[in-house]
């Protein structure tokens, strides 16, 4: 196995394992991550009746920043999201990195929702 494939593996692994601890209400929804390699996407989600209440991505129209793979976008991003949970009256989430670990863009995303309003 390539290092690549394995690196999906060992992501796969930990996403599920995470999933199966976490879940999303409609009080305190799920707040899942994903990142690509020039992107990054977030997503409010309430498992309970499997509904995504809110999301943002650095792929939307009048995204701000130009480049969507780099910390300020992440920042941006998780901002944008907190405003977004916060006009709908929702404050605590459920963070879920997707396996990801937590350092670079996930971190900033996260830090800077908290400094928006969200609560862990």
């Not at 920042?75 to 879920?96: H, M, P, S, Y």
């Not at 937590?102 to 928006?116: M, V, W």
């Amino acid at each position: 196995m390539d290092l690549k494939a394995r690196k999906r593996v060992i992501r796969e692994k930990k996403k599920r394992k995470i999933r199966g601890t976490i879940s999303g209400t409609t009080e305190r929804p799920r707040l899942s991550v994903f990142k690509s390699a020039k992107n990054i996407y977030v997503q409010a989600i309430d498992d309970v009746q499997q509904k995504t209440l809110a999301s943002a991505s650095t792929k939307e129209k009048g995204f701000s920043l130009t480049t969507g793979g780099n910390c300020a976008a992440a920042k941006e991003v998780g901002r944008l999201i907190a405003e977004r949970l916060q006009a709908g009256e929702i404050k605590n989430v459920v963070f879920d990195r997707n396996g990801f670990i937590y350092h670079g863009r996930i971190k900033e995303l996260a830090e800077a929702a908290r400094e928006a309003g969200l609560k862990f």
